[in-house]
């Protein structure tokens, strides 16, 4: 109960904080010269799929980031391993949002031009880091909840596995045509 007050608080605080400036514009995976890739660590097999879109755009000449999430309360073998930034528990505040660390303020500072966001589900981490991102085009899973913080958002039946979600996500950013909007 404690935990669901703090995130409650959090997501209020959240939603409090303006978006980061930016210039937006709707890139498609062809034209798009770099890519940020969030997503929390859960298992080891949707790594191995993260890690094959990884290895696909950078044979593309796509520059990528990588910023995982992992809230375990002890870090699995498999994660410990890995060579990219991951946001774990003790790098949140109270309210559980992330803090100001290095690693996510770097990633949220780069202006991707595609920040993709393969979280299944709207948590508080990957929402602040979305909206604090000064990517020009984000996206992510359709959600009642984080609507705002996305420009993109792709909608999957629940029963679609994470494969298929990865999949679908990148057949739609490569497919779209490419243009500038505003707000």
Excluded at 51 to 66: D, G, H, M, N, P
Aim: hydrophobic share 40%; aromatic share 14%; with cysteine.
């Amino acid at each position: 109960m404690f935990k669901n007050l703090r995130r409650s608080i959090g997501f209020f605080f959240l939603q409090k904080q303006r978006p980061a400036k930016r210039r937006k514009k709707l890139y498609n995976l062809r034209e798009a010269k770099s890519v940020g890739m969030l997503f929390y660590l859960t298992t080891e097999p949707d790594w191995e799929i993260l890690r094959q879109v990884y290895l696909e755009l950078t044979k593309q000449k796509i520059t990528v980031s990588l910023l995982g999430i992992c809230l375990e309360k002890h870090l699995p073998d498999w994660v410990s391993k890995l060579s990219f930034p991951i946001l774990t528990k003790k790098d949140l505040n109270f309210w559980l949002l992330p803090k100001a660390k290095r690693n996510v303020a770097g990633f949220c500072a780069t202006p991707f031009d595609i920040l993709i966001d393969f979280s299944t589900n709207a948590n508080i981490q990957n929402l602040a880091i979305v909206n604090w991102s000064k990517a020009s085009l984000k996206v992510g899973k359709h959600d009642a909840d984080s609507l705002q913080y996305y420009d993109f958002v792709l909608k999957d039946p629940d029963a679609s596995s994470f494969q298929e979600r990865v999949k679908n996500l990148l057949y739609y950013l490569t497919t779209i045509k490419t243009m500038s909007y505003e707000n």
